[in-house]
């Protein structure tokens, strides 16, 4: 669903991301973790249509974000880490704007379930300036998921949470897998990766330190078997930082 | 604690200064400062022509007398100023825990209001200075800073009254009886005077203007108007005297007048602290979410219906529209000015259909002068578009639209806002002279100027709103996020911008003009003023071209995002 190949972005002589290639099937949930500075959210927004890649292709559900980048947008869902909010629309206008934009015709039915599982129904007519910052993060995820995406790219998804509002996020992120939904999660928080991820794409510096399930991760590393996933990506940093 | 909060202060001018310094390394800043400076520069101390019949009198305090009843009038009646009680989040954090008083602190802000009042000082006292010599320029200076720090204290106590009202209703009416009593007296006073006094101006109105100012004369002397307005004349005096001695006299009741307001506000403070975590923390919170430009938008209140309902199906760039207008709608400036083109179009309601009157001529010049504005400076104004949508423009990006339709959706709801208002301001003035015998521009060619802004005024401010907004694509460093920076150097980046705007306009109309001359030229000996009409046709067709060819430039600008 997500393909990204031979991936660079640039800034200037600053290379964020180097030669990234990886996908992200449906169904499959796929955290994206690193040190901060490793161009984690570079990467999720390239493949967003935010930044343009500097070398190499991304494709969204068959689409390539260059040619396509409308049909490749239309497929996927960006939840950035500060939830971005037009200050004058309520929760509720948010979410028919966001319907018109992606054509969700059943949008006016599908609005209240989507507020009643965000707990946002009370907060429908409220402009977001009065909305706390979990709340406005919940609107945020609301807004990424109204037109049900094929793929899904989540920065840092719990900030701001309540812990009802993690539990229900981790439901929601494992939902959406379950039907057939590509998710890339970004997250510093390692025991969410590795609850919720299938596989793990760990970047240092740019560049792909390791990417796989967790058993596939530490083998060749014995030294590791078994132990948890913040562990395994300390020891990664440590020796992708002496390598290089 | 008094000398924290000084020193508070006077560190905040000065790194504040020094931060604006350093910027002035960039030639973008110098030059804008440079410009800023010179525009002050002319306008405070160009020299005054010898032969100029220099202002004064009782005619020129009635008049400042009646402007500022106008600025106070609208303080009460227009949305309350929570900036007025607004501190800043660390302010909030830092401050208010502290073992600081409420009064220290509530000197504190009015030590801040300072700040700018001097400065405003400065400025009054400048054009003064060269419009009326004669009084020492620090006796004068006096005078205006009385004047201004009485209003500014006006200012806050209504803002405290409102918001009180406003925040707990009846009981906060109980705290405020006295208040809210005076000014209502005033006001009622104030329309008995006018019920009583305007048959008389009318009357005289339809004979000539030494009547009508025998008639204003004795309106200004009626019991209840003269009453209302011998507060604000006394505020005023010390301005027009014409030596020391009589500055003296007259500053008196001034200064008292600026006591009583010191102790009515040290009085209203009762709910001052809740009142300003309230207000202080809400902008907090909007400035985190939204940057600066939030600060517009008033949340005390619920949002007003959108424009129009958004279909979930359909053209997907009609969604950006919507939102850039409603947008418009719900930004506190828009009431203001709903309010304002009310009173206008009363105003010229009942006054236009009297065969010559002078209070719907004066609304109409009103009504022109305040178009005239909207022309030049509108697309500066009117910024419900990518310029206020900067800090969330890697959503945009992200949503599955082209750039170009972004873009020409962002300006059209600017665009659409300031049409809007320029044809409802030329409405109201084709009314206000419609009963207007002018020889020279008759009613038939009014009618035509007023089609013809019907048919150009779209075209030319979707123009001017896409060279904003590319502005904004292009350089959005030098544009910035939401309201306006203050500041000589912003004057001079807003004079820069406005010079730029309309000399980049004025080559993209130079085609599309040019060609509509020489259409109607050819078209004239054949079919009189009716080539008027392929001459427009065939002008906005040019322009249309070159607006479709911009928007695709810009919208690919905007989609590599390399502004």
Redesign the interface.
């Known amino acids: 669903m997500i393909e990204v190949e031979a991936f660079s972005k640039l800034y200037g002589d600053l290379r964020a991301v180097q030669s990234l290639s990886f996908s992200v099937q449906s169904g499959e949930v796929v955290g994206l973790v690193g040190p901060n500075g490793a161009g984690k959210t570079t990467t999720l ?1 390239s493949i ?5 890649p500097t070398e190499g292709t991304i494709r969204v559900a068959g689409h390539d974000l260059a040619r396509e ?3 490749a ?2 497929e996927l869902a ?1 939840i ?1 880490d500060e ?8 929760v509720e ?1 948010h979410l ?2 966001i ?10 039915q599908r609005i209240p379930a989507l507020l009643e599982e965000l707990e946002l129904t009370d907060k429908r ?1 409220v ?4 909305l706390s910052r979990g709340m ?1 993060q919940k609107l945020a995820i609301a807004c990424g998921l109204l037109h049900e995406p094929r793929a899904l790219l989540l920065d840092e998804p719990l900030t701001g949470l309540d812990p009802v509002g993690i539990r229900n996020m981790r439901t929601t992120i494992s939902r959406r897998a379950e039907t057939g939904c590509a998710v890339l999660l970004s997250s510093h928080l390692l025991h969410l990766v590795e609850e919720v991820c299938s596989r793990v794409l760990v970047l240092v510096r740019g560049q792909t330190a390791a990417f796989g399930t967790l058993q596939e991760i530490v083998t060749g590393r014995p030294e590791l078997a078994g132990r948890p996933l913040e562990d395994v990506f300390l020891q990664l940093i440590g020796r992708s930082g002496v390598e290089q | 604690m008094t000398g924290a909060l000084v020193y508070l202060t006077w560190h905040t001018v000065l790194n504040r200064l020094r931060r604006q310094a350093t910027r002035l390394r960039s030639p973008r800043y110098a030059l804008a400062l440079l410009l800023g400076l010179g525009w002050v520069t002319a306008v405070l101390w160009q020299r005054w022509e010898p032969g100029a019949p220099h202002p004064s009198g009782p005619w020129v305090e009635v008049v400042a007398a009646l402007s500022i009843l106008l600025l106070i009038g609208w303080s009460w009646l227009s949305s309350p100023d929570a900036r007025a009680l607004t501190f800043s989040p660390a302010e909030v954090t830092l401050l208010f825990p502290a073992p600081i008083s409420r009064l220290t602190l509530l000197h504190y802000k009015l030590l801040q209001t300072q700040l700018v009042i001097l400065v405003n000082v400065v400025i009054w006292t400048a054009l003064a200075s060269r419009q009326q010599p004669g009084l020492p320029v620090g006796l004068r200076a006096l005078g205006f800073w009385v004047l201004i720090t009485t209003l500014a204290l006006h200012r806050l106590a209504a803002a405290m009254v409102r918001g009180s009202v406003s925040e707990h209703g009846r009981f906060g009416l109980r705290h405020r009886v006295l208040s809210v009593a005076l000014v209502l007296i005033a006001f009622g006073a104030l329309a008995w005077g006018v019920w009583d006094v305007w048959p008389g101006l009318m009357a005289a109105a339809q004979d000539d203007h030494v009547g009508l100012r025998e008639a204003f004369d004795k309106a200004v002397h009626h019991p209840a108007i003269a009453a209302v307005l011998w507060p604000l004349r006394a505020l005023v005096r010390p301005l027009g005297a014409a030596n020391p001695s009589d500055w003296l006299g007259a500053m008196l009741p001034a200064v008292g007048l600026l006591l009583l307001h010191y102790l009515w506000v040290l009085r209203s403070d009762a709910a001052f602290e809740e009142a300003a975590t309230e207000a202080s923390l ?1 902008r907090a ?2 400035q985190e ?2 940057g600066p430009g ?1 600060l517009a ?1 008033g ?1 005390n209140r ?2 007003s219906p ?1 424009v129009f309902p ?5 053209w ?1 760039g ?2 950006i529209l ?2 850039g207008l ?2 418009v709608l ?2 506190r400036r828009a009431l203001n000015v709903g309010l304002a083109l009310l009173i206008m179009g009363a105003i010229v309601a009942s006054a236009s259909s009297e065969p010559w009157s002078t209070v719907a001529e004066v609304t109409g010049a009103l009504t022109l002068t305040w178009l005239g504005f909207l022309i030049v400076l509108g697309p500066q104004w009117v910024r419900n578009d990518l310029r206020g ?1 900067l ?2 423009v ?2 945009l ?6 750039g170009s339709t972004i873009v020409a959706m962002e300006a059209s709801a600017s665009a659409a806002a300031l049409t809007l208002l320029e044809l409802a301001l030329a409405a109201l003035a084709f009314l206000a002279f419609l009963n207007m015998d002018l020889p020279e521009v008759t009613t038939l060619d009014r009618g035509a100027l007023l089609g013809s802004a019907v048919v150009l005024l779209p075209p030319l401010n979707l123009m001017a709103m896409l060279l904003q907004n590319g502005a904004a694509v292009l350089y959005p460093g030098w544009v910035g996020a939401g309201a306006p920076a203050s500041g000589v150097e912003a004057l001079g980046q807003q004079l820069l911008s406005v010079t730029a705007l309309w000399v980049v306009l004025a080559l993209i109309l130079a085609a599309p003009v040019a060609l509509a001359a020489i259409t109607f030229l050819g078209l004239e000996a054949a079919v009189g003023a009716w080539a008027a009409a392929p001459a427009y046709g065939v002008g906005l067709g040019v322009l249309a071209v070159e607006a479709w060819l911009l928007v695709r430039w810009l919208g690919a600008v905007f ?3 390399e502004g």
Not at chain 2, 310 to 314: D, I, S
Not at chain 2, 397 to 402: E, G
Request: charged fraction near 30%; charge should be positive; glycine fraction near 8%.
């Open positions: 927004r967003a249509g935010i930044v343009r980048p409308v049909a947008k239309r960006f950035p939830p971005q909010l037009f200050e004058y629309l309520t206008e028919r704007f319907g018109r934009l992606y054509g969700v015709a059943d949008a006016p007519t402009l977001p300036g009065e406005r | 809400a919170r909007r979410a939204y939030a938008l949340t619920a949002p959108p958004l279909a979930p199906t359909g997907p009609v969604a919507w939102k409603t947008a719900r930004r949508d800090s969330r890697d959503l990006r992200s949503y599955p639209l082209r989609e590599r995002g």
